[in-house]
């Protein structure tokens, strides 16, 4: 029997957080061994369903760097989803701002050539600011499939985000990162 890859699934604070299990068992069922990340403000800001996400990947929600002299506590990763990505992270990861060991694995992931799909999830106020969009150009360049635009992800009108909550496309960036990642696990 094969060992299951790894997926890595980096989620940040905005509303689609809450679905994020959806993602997770999508995964499982397509035979991923998955490892769930939150930035800091997901996680306190209780956008996360922890004890639910916990539950469908079978490990801990991580959002802290591990201690000197701690043993790795997930597998190395075969491939990253960063879903919902905000336009606080898109900003930061682009600059190579790694200030939250979110970021630093997201840093490290495009390092390592590994195969990384974003989904944005933010306002067309946010998406806007010059540094949004050439936040995504930076990353699409760096080789990050970022889903954004037409056929992907739209940005949504101010104040409709809650609205855009069952439309958010998670089977996109799993089919996408396992096309990137071969045939599967």
């Not at 800001?45 to 996400?53: E, K, L, R, W």
């Not at 995504?136 to 760096?142: E, F, I, S, T």
């Not at 990050?144 to 996109?172: C, F, I, K, M, N």
């Amino acid at each position: 029997m094969s060992t299951p890859r790894v997926l890595y699934i980096i989620a940040c604070a905005a509303g689609p957080a809450s679905q994020l299990v959806r993602l997770v068992e999508a995964a499982v069922a397509d035979g991923w061994e998955v490892c769930v990340i939150a930035t800091p403000a997901a996680e306190a800001g209780a956008f996360i369903d922890v004890p639910a996400v916990e539950a469908a990947s079978g490990r801990p929600v991580r959002s802290d760097w591990r201690r000197a002299g701690e043993a790795k506590r997930n597998p190395p990763p075969d491939a990253v989803i960063v879903a919902p990505m905000t336009m606080n992270s898109v900003n930061k990861w682009a600059a190579g701002i790694a200030d939250t060991y979110a970021l630093g694995l997201l840093t490290e992931a495009v390092g390592l050539g590994l195969p990384v799909v974003a989904l944005p999830f933010w306002s067309t106020a946010l998406d806007a600011h010059p540094a949004t969009r050439r936040s995504v150009r930076v990353l699409c360049d760096l080789g990050v499939r970022v889903l954004y635009g037409p056929g992907s992800w739209e940005p949504h009108a101010p104040g409709t985000g809650g609205d855009q909550l069952d439309r958010y496309p998670w089977r996109l960036a799993l089919e996408t990162v396992e096309e990137l990642a071969g045939s599967g696990p």
